[in-house]
């Protein structure tokens, strides 16, 4: 009788999870095609197929689902590369990789959605806090990543994570160009030129 407890305790849980990466999916998905300014709690649980009565159960207020889904944007943009597959690879190539990875990242709809709901809640403490800290957590690991991947580069640690921040300077504004353009083409010979001055930096010893 307790195990059967136990597995309907975790089948619980299992849907409640479930539930809650639906609803923060279909912000996400919703904020990057409709934007901050016309998103409704009705039309996140339409796109994620439940009632509004579920998003009230699972986030105590509209604020904690948009903080939820800060949360989740940080997760996935940290997954997008693969630091022992690309440590295999030449120098150059590996630089071209990591550019390409991390451009890839910053013009899909999980960027998108972060800058909505940057840009909504920029003048409330709670989204400031929220976002400080889940963006401190990706750098942490993304220094680490840079770390490993260009270990053999011969240039020190400050010198490696300075190109890294650099880089993410250079990927918003280009993101931010993009999104106001609605053309890749107006960026790409930028993204070309900063691959140039990565390679000579890391190659010229």
């Known amino acids: 009788m307790a195990r059967m407890d136990n597995r309907r305790r975790r089948s619980q849980k299992e849907r409640r999870v479930e539930t809650r990466r639906r609803l923060v999916d279909a912000t996400i998905k919703l904020l990057h095609e409709k934007g901050a300014g016309l998103l409704t709690m009705e039309e996140v649980a339409r796109e994620a197929g439940l009632t509004r009565g579920a998003i009230q159960y699972h986030f105590d207020c509209p604020k904690s689902l948009l903080i939820a889904s800060i949360v989740e944007i940080a997760d996935r943009l940290s997954k997008h590369l693969d630091a022992v597959e690309l440590a295999r ?117």
């Open 89 to 205: 690879l030449p120098l150059k190539e590996r630089i071209d990789r990591v550019v390409e990875d991390y451009w890839r990242g910053f013009r899909g709809g999980n960027y998108t959605a972060f800058i909505e709901i940057a840009v909504r809640g920029r003048q409330d403490p709670e989204f400031e806090d929220a976002i400080s800290s889940t963006l401190a957590d990706l750098e942490r690991q993304r220094d680490i990543v840079w770390q490993t991947v260009f270990a053999d580069s011969g240039r020190s640690r400050e010198e490696i994570q300075s190109w890294r921040r650099m880089l993410l300077i250079a990927l918003r504004g280009l993101a931010l160009t993009n999104m106001i353009a609605g053309s890749e083409e107006k960026v790409s010979l930028q993204i070309d030129q900063f691959k140039a001055m990565f390679k000579r930096y890391l190659t010229d010893l």
